[in-house]
C-alpha cells in the first residue's frame, strides 16, 4: 500500500477524536453545503428554464412562418398550405412538427362583463399533446369535419374577469366592418401563468376565422414550427430560410418574446456568480483547515523526516487527507441535493406566487451532465489548492518539529 495513503488512512478523523475530530467533520460540511447548494440551484434553474419555456414552445412552436406585412399588427395577411415551404417541410428531417394558426381580434362578452380578447384559430393539426399541461379544467376543442366548431378554450384569468366557467356560453364580437359576432362554447380552461397568454388569447377553431376572413379552406395565418431540439434555435435559422417563400418571412419565438427569455438569460449570471463564490469559499475552508491540520501534526511532520521520509512523501500525506475530505464531502453534498430534488418533483412542497415566478410551485430538472461537471469542477480545484499549504512542509525543519509544543 502506498506509505503515504496509508498514513492519511490512520490519521482520518474516523481514527482520532478531539479537535482533530472536529475540524474533519467542519471540513465535511463545508463541502457537503456548498455542493449540495450548487446542485440544487443548477436543478431549480433547469426546472425554471424547462418549464417555462416548454410553456411557450407549446403554445407558440420554436418558430413562425409569416407572410410579410403592414398595418394591423393583431392579424395576420393569408398564406396559403399549397406554398412551396409547407409542401418541402416533409423532407426536412429537423422539422419534428408544423401546425397552422391565425389570429383575430374581438370582445368578449359575459352575462355583466366585456373583455378585449385576440381569438388563436388552431386545426387538428394543433399539438394538444404537448399543451395538455396547461389545461386546467375541461378538454381540449373537437374539431367538426363540417364546417367550423365553436368550441373554444379560456384562459383562467379571462374566465374569471368574466365570471365564466366550463360549459358556459359566450358570445364575441370580431373587429370588422361590417362588424360580426359568434356565439361560442366554453369546453376548457388553460393556465400558463404568462400574461403575453393568458391576458389577451383565447382558442378556438380556425375554421372560423377563415368564415370572418373569407379566406379559401387551404389559406391560413402563418405556420408554427417545432425543430427537434429547442436546445440551440440558432442552428436551425438558415437551413428554414432557404426552404422559405419569397414572400414569407421567419420569426424566432425566442425573439419575439424576448422579454421572457432575456430574464431566462439572465438567471444563468447568478448561478454562475453563486458557482464562483461557492468554489472560492470550499478552496479557503481547505486551504485554512489543512494549514490547522500541519500545525497540529508538527511533531509527527518531524518525527517523518527524522526516520528519512521526503517533503513529497509527507505533503502527499496531507493532500491524501484533504482529498478524503473533498470525497466525504461531496458524496454527502450529492446525497442532500438528490434528496431535495426527489422530494420537491414528487411532492411540490415549496410553492411559489404564480403572478411572479409564472409558476405554482419550485420546479426540478434533472441535468445529469451539469451534475458530473460541478462534482468534477469542485473535486479539481478544491485538490489543487491543497498543494499551497502543504507547500509549508518544506520549511519544517526537524529538530523544531519534535520538540514543537
Given at each position: 500500500?502506498?506509505?503515504?495513503?496509508?498514513?492519511?488512512?490512520?490519521?482520518?478523523?474516523?481514527?482520532?477524536?478531539?479537535?482533530?475530530?472536529?475540524?474533519?467533520?467542519?471540513?465535511?460540511?463545508?463541502?457537503?453545503?456548498?455542493?449540495?447548494?450548487?446542485?440544487?440551484?443548477?436543478?431549480?434553474?433547469?426546472?425554471?428554464?424547462?418549464?417555462?419555456?416548454?410553456?411557450?414552445?407549446?403554445?407558440?412552436?420554436?418558430?413562425?412562418?409569416?407572410?410579410?406585412?403592414?398595418?394591423?399588427?393583431?392579424?395576420?395577411?393569408?398564406?396559403?398550405?399549397?406554398?412551396?415551404?409547407?409542401?418541402?417541410?416533409?423532407?426536412?428531417?429537423?422539422?419534428?412538427?408544423?401546425?397552422?394558426?391565425?389570429?383575430?381580434?374581438?370582445?368578449?362578452?359575459?352575462?355583466?362583463?366585456?373583455?378585449?380578447?385576440?381569438?388563436?384559430?388552431?386545426?387538428?393539426?394543433?399539438?394538444?399533446?404537448?399543451?395538455?399541461?396547461?389545461?386546467?379544467?375541461?378538454?381540449?376543442?373537437?374539431?367538426s369535419e363540417e364546417g367550423a366548431s365553436n368550441e373554444v378554450l379560456l384562459s383562467t384569468k379571462i374566465a374569471n374577469k368574466l365570471l365564466l366557467e366550463v360549459g358556459d356560453r359566450v358570445t364575441m364580437y370580431?373587429?370588422?366592418?361590417?362588424?360580426?359576432?359568434?356565439?361560442?362554447?366554453?369546453?376548457?380552461?388553460?393556465?400558463?401563468?404568462?400574461?403575453?397568454?393568458?391576458?389577451?388569447?383565447?382558442?378556438?377553431?380556425?375554421?372560423?376565422?377563415?368564415?370572418?376572413?373569407?379566406?379559401?379552406?387551404?389559406?391560413?395565418?402563418?405556420?408554427?414550427?417545432?425543430?427537434?431540439?429547442?436546445?440551440?434555435?440558432?442552428?436551425?435559422?438558415?437551413?428554414?430560410?432557404?426552404?422559405?417563400?419569397?414572400?414569407?418571412?421567419?420569426?424566432?419565438?425566442?425573439?419575439?418574446?424576448?422579454?421572457?427569455?432575456?430574464?431566462?438569460?439572465?438567471?444563468?449570471?447568478?448561478?454562475?456568480?453563486?458557482?464562483?463564490?461557492?468554489?472560492?469559499?470550499?478552496?479557503?475552508?481547505?486551504?485554512?483547515?489543512?494549514?490547522?491540520?500541519?500545525?497540529?501534526?508538527?511533531?509527527?511532520?518531524?518525527?517523518?523526516?527524522?526516520?528519512?521520509?521526503?517533503?513529497?512523501?509527507?505533503?502527499?500525506?496531507?493532500?491524501?487527507?484533504?482529498?478524503?475530505?473533498?470525497?466525504?464531502?461531496?458524496?454527502?453534498?450529492?446525497?442532500?441535493?438528490?434528496?431535495?430534488?426527489?422530494?420537491?418533483?414528487?411532492?411540490?412542497?415549496?410553492?411559489?406566487?404564480?403572478?411572479?415566478?409564472?409558476?405554482?410551485?419550485?420546479?426540478?430538472?434533472?441535468?445529469?451532465?451539469?451534475?458530473?461537471?460541478?462534482?468534477?469542477?469542485?473535486?479539481?480545484?478544491?485538490?489543487?489548492?491543497?498543494?499551497?499549504?502543504?507547500?509549508?512542509?518544506?520549511?519544517?525543519?526537524?529538530?523544531?518539529?519534535?520538540?514543537?509544543?
Amino acid at each position: 500500500m502506498n506509505l503515504s495513503y496509508f498514513i492519511a488512512k490512520r490519521i482520518s478523523f474516523k481514527r482520532t477524536g478531539g479537535f482533530t475530530g472536529t475540524i474533519h467533520r467542519i471540513a465535511v460540511a463545508s463541502v457537503a453545503i456548498g455542493i449540495a447548494i450548487t446542485l440544487i440551484s443548477f436543478m431549480i434553474l433547469g426546472g425554471f428554464q424547462n418549464e417555462i419555456s416548454n410553456k411557450v414552445f407549446s403554445f407558440t412552436g420554436h418558430f413562425q412562418v409569416m407572410r410579410f406585412m403592414s398595418g394591423n399588427a393583431f392579424e395576420e395577411s393569408p398564406t396559403s398550405k399549397k406554398s412551396d415551404f409547407y409542401k418541402e417541410y416533409l423532407n426536412q428531417d429537423y422539422i419534428a412538427h408544423v401546425q397552422t394558426f391565425a389570429h383575430k381580434a374581438g370582445l368578449l362578452k359575459g352575462d355583466n362583463e366585456v373583455e378585449g380578447v385576440l381569438m388563436k384559430g388552431v386545426g387538428p393539426d394543433f399539438d394538444s399533446l404537448a399543451f395538455q399541461a396547461s389545461i386546467k379544467a375541461g378538454r381540449f376543442i373537437q374539431f367538426s369535419e363540417e364546417g367550423a366548431s365553436n368550441e373554444v378554450l379560456l384562459s383562467t384569468k379571462i374566465a374569471n374577469k368574466l365570471l365564466l366557467e366550463v360549459g358556459d356560453r359566450v358570445t364575441m364580437y370580431f373587429v370588422q366592418d361590417p362588424p360580426r359576432f359568434r356565439r361560442l362554447e366554453i369546453v376548457g380552461l388553460y393556465e400558463t401563468f404568462l400574461e403575453n397568454f393568458d391576458d389577451k388569447i383565447i382558442i378556438g377553431d380556425i375554421q372560423t376565422i377563415r368564415n370572418l376572413n373569407g379566406w379559401t379552406e387551404d389559406q391560413v395565418g402563418g405556420f408554427e414550427v417545432f425543430v427537434d431540439n429547442s436546445k440551440n434555435l440558432e442552428m436551425y435559422v438558415d437551413p428554414l430560410y432557404d426552404i422559405l417563400d419569397y414572400d414569407l418571412k421567419l420569426v424566432k419565438v425566442t425573439d419575439k418574446y424576448m422579454e421572457i427569455f432575456d430574464w431566462l438569460h439572465l438567471l444563468n449570471n447568478n448561478v454562475y456568480i453563486f458557482l464562483g463564490l461557492i468554489l472560492f469559499v470550499a478552496a479557503f475552508n481547505m486551504v485554512s483547515i489543512l494549514f490547522i491540520l500541519i500545525m497540529e501534526r508538527t511533531q509527527m511532520i518531524g518525527i517523518l523526516k527524522g526516520l528519512g521520509a521526503r517533503n513529497s512523501q509527507i505533503r502527499r500525506i496531507f493532500v491524501w487527507n484533504g482529498i478524503r475530505i473533498i470525497g466525504r464531502g461531496l458524496l454527502i453534498g450529492n446525497a442532500i441535493a438528490l434528496s431535495f430534488g426527489f422530494i420537491q418533483e414528487k411532492f411540490r412542497l415549496i410553492p411559489l406566487d404564480p403572478e411572479n415566478y409564472y409558476m405554482s410551485f419550485v420546479p426540478i430538472y434533472w441535468n445529469w451532465p451539469i451534475f458530473i461537471v460541478m462534482n468534477l469542477l469542485v473535486l479539481t480545484v478544491t485538490s489543487l489548492v491543497l498543494f499551497i499549504p502543504a507547500m509549508v512542509i518544506s520549511n519544517i525543519q526537524p529538530i523544531k518539529a519534535i520538540r514543537f509544543d
